[in-house]
């Protein structure tokens, strides 16, 4: 399948400024009162967990290795070269492995041609192959597990840039992907800016109730946040600025 270099892409600086404040717990949640309950990856871990993530989806398909094919599908620029020359500024590749934790999907040299090209984070469900010198890229990678075999062993690469499943999580290239020092997850393209919008409100709420029980004040009324205080909160608001 053939790149698609010109998915749109919803982020802009003042977006991705806004996203890097605010934790992926917050935007799960927003989501989830929209009734997306499954966007958080699950599972994976963050190489460098100080580092943030936010970009574009582009996704990378990996199929079960049978040795009649093989050779088709994984000789000269099969999908995985394909798609690490094809990405773009403000990308996060995305790759479905389905769950398997004995093979590795990208290894240190391909992850580096990604950053190069200007990926701003590697996800995958699967291993990573030369993990500690792709942490050293100091780079954001969450990855489920490390392993020294090539993809070979159990993996065929098979398509680009077309819907996938990763770690549980349904992507659409274009998705906007997200991670912090917990891990990772999704918010769909369509819903970015009122999904930010309400999540920066809602940590607004969480740094006041925390304020105030941290002064000795209970939980009731404060979180969650009730009518009651909402005078509170509006003025210590203000007074925040």
Same mark, same amino acid.
């Given at each position: 399948?053939? !790149? ?47 580092? %943030?993530?936010?970009?574009? /989806?582009?996704?990378? %398909? ?9 050779k088709d599908y994984s000789a000269g620029l099969n ?16 790759i479905e492995a389905r769950g398997v934790p004995d ?10 041609? =990604? ?7 590697? +996800? ?24 020294? =075999? +090539? ?10 840039? !077309? ?22 997850? +999704?918010?769909?393209?369509?819903? +970015? !800016?009122?999904?930010? %919008? ?15 029980? /941290? ?13 009651? %205080?909402?005078?509170?909160? !509006? ?7």
């Amino acid at each position: 399948m053939t !790149e698609n270099t010109e998915l749109p892409t919803v982020l802009t600086p003042e977006l991705v400024a806004a996203i890097n404040k605010l934790a992926t717990a917050t935007l799960t949640h927003q989501l989830q009162k929209r009734g997306i309950r499954t966007t958080f990856f699950a599972g994976l871990k963050p190489l460098n967990p100080e580092m %943030r993530m936010v970009g574009r /989806a582009r996704t990378l %398909r990996y199929v079960a290795a049978r040795e009649d094919v093989q050779k088709d599908y994984s000789a000269g620029l099969n999908a995985q070269r394909r798609i690490v020359e094809n990405m773009t500024p403000g990308d996060v590749l995305v790759i479905e492995a389905r769950g398997v934790p004995d093979a590795a999907t990208i290894g240190d040299i391909y992850a580096s041609r =990604a950053f190069v090209r200007g990926a701003t984070g590697i +996800v995958t469900d699967g291993a990573l192959r030369d993990t500690p010198t792709i942490r050293d890229l100091g780079q954001p990678v969450y990855h489920l597990a490390s392993h020294g =075999a +090539v993809l070979g062993r159990q993996h065929m690469p098979f398509s680009t840039d !077309e819907p996938v499943t990763c770690a549980g999580v349904f992507v659409v290239p274009g998705d906007v992907i997200v991670g912090d020092g917990e891990g990772a997850m +999704v918010i769909p393209a369509a819903l +970015v !800016e009122e999904v930010v %919008r309400d999540a920066a409100e809602q940590e607004d709420k969480e740094t006041f109730a925390a304020e105030r029980v /941290a002064a000795g004040e209970s939980v009731v009324g404060l979180f969650p946040l009730t009518q009651d %205080r909402m005078a509170d909160y !509006e003025a210590w608001k203000a007074a925040k600025g």
